[in-house]
């Protein structure tokens, strides 16, 4: 059963960083793309970023790029997002999701870590 378990979380001051982490279990991820979504409190969902097990590609929500990066460690099977220069609207649930490379869809979601960043 594959299993997403996300840390990292917490309460920053605008300007500062954290690093996420999804620890990722269950199987092998090997053509799985890893991603990285947000919600805000009464906002839908948003994509943040994805990178591929295998290859390490990256994409990412075009306003972030530049603030945050994705990476993975394949030997852990943990995925990263390091968020930087963070400012208030980043504040979010973050979700890490896993699904097949082409499907289009992710089918395992971790249960969330907040991110509060205070002004």
């Known amino acids: 059963q594959v299993q997403l378990v996300e840390s990292g979380g917490g309460l920053v001051q605008a300007g500062g960083s954290l690093r996420l982490s999804c620890a990722a279990s269950g199987r092998t991820f090997s053509g799985y793309t890893m991603g990285w979504f947000r919600q805000a409190p009464g906002k839908e969902r948003e994509f943040v970023a994805a990178i591929t097990w295998s290859g390490g590609s990256t994409v990412y929500a075009g306003s972030l790029k530049g603030r945050f990066t994705i990476s993975r460690d394949n030997a852990k099977n943990t995925v990263y997002l390091a968020m930087n220069s963070l400012k208030p609207e980043d504040t979010a649930t973050y979700y890490c999701?896993?699904?097949?490379?082409?499907?289009?869809?992710?089918?395992?979601w971790g249960q969330g870590t907040q991110v509060t960043v205070s002004s």
């Open positions: 999701a896993t699904g097949v490379i082409g499907s289009g869809s992710y089918n395992y």
